[in-house]
């Protein structure tokens, strides 16, 4: 059965371009210099899982022409992955059924505080209902015949969660990582991976920090991801890269 992952976006909390910003890569023509929040789609045969639902969620649905969807994966709370969420009306409408989300438990406590009128016992017509997985990174999924592995790592100090598919790898917002989920990574083909931009960060890799990682993890592949535009023009940056290591950007579709 084919499978894929669609880049849905790959730029920061801001996007690309950023508001008000004069910089080259914000005035770019090369489409690939346009970076939605970052957010990823995986598809089995004709099942899509989406990772994450930010504040172009919509937009990214429209682009893609997804027609359904069988859950959705969040890697953490923040505005920038979630906030999104109200626009699953149109899947739940059509689907008629409440729509699996999966997340660590915190997440989905903070996606009910938020998000708290799809809860209600008489909620107002038209509000999507989805129905709460918690999941911890020891867990093993399987949503639509494909095993997911959770993945611990940290975003700062807050754990947070990647994801694997078999032979490919989703990890967004990381800085660390500790030995024992790093175990998780070792031996997959594709690494999709965030790095920043070329400056130290609190809570983000770096590109330095991100190609460190892909060497230590050594897979056959790696993209990254979630990438500022302090990061600079992908025709620009592309050049820096080793052979096995691409900048992933908004609309690519890879096969695994």
């Not at 669609?6 to 970076?35: M, Y």
């Not at 969620?57 to 994966?73: G, N």
């Not at 059924?97 to 107002?124: A, C, H, I, T």
């Amino acid at each position: 059965m084919k499978r894929s992952f669609t880049f849905l976006g790959t730029g920061t909390s801001q996007g690309i371009p950023v508001i008000g910003c004069d910089c080259e890569v914000c005035h770019a023509k090369d489409p690939k210099d346009t970076r939605l929040r970052s957010a990823g789609l995986v598809t089995i045969g004709n099942k899509n899982i989406v990772i994450d639902t930010g504040p172009d969620f919509r937009q990214q649905m429209l682009t893609q022409k997804v027609k359904s969807i069988e859950a959705i994966l969040f890697t953490h709370e923040h505005n920038d992955h979630i906030i999104g969420l109200d626009d699953i009306r149109p899947f739940y409408f059509r689907q008629k059924k409440d729509v699996p989300v999966y997340g660590l438990e915190r997440v989905l406590s903070e996606v009910k505080n938020r998000f708290d009128y799809f809860f209600k016992e008489k909620p107002y017509p038209g509000v999507p209902r989805i129905l709460l997985n918690p999941i911890k990174k020891e867990d093993s999924l399987s949503i639509a015949g494909q095993s997911i592995q959770p993945i611990e790592v940290r975003h700062g100090q807050l754990p947070i969660l990647g994801y694997r598919f078999d032979n490919l790898v989703y990890i967004t917002d990381a800085k660390t990582i500790s030995d024992d989920q790093l175990k998780k990574i070792i031996n997959c083909d594709i690494l999709i991976l965030n790095a920043l931009h070329h400056f130290k960060h609190h809570s983000h890799l770096n590109l330095e920090e991100a190609i460190e990682f892909v060497n230590a993890v050594n897979p056959k592949k790696a993209w990254f991801t979630h990438m500022s535009h302090m990061m600079g023009k992908h025709s620009n940056i592309s050049k820096s890269l080793p052979s096995h290591i691409q900048f992933a950007y908004d609309g690519l579709i890879i096969d695994f």
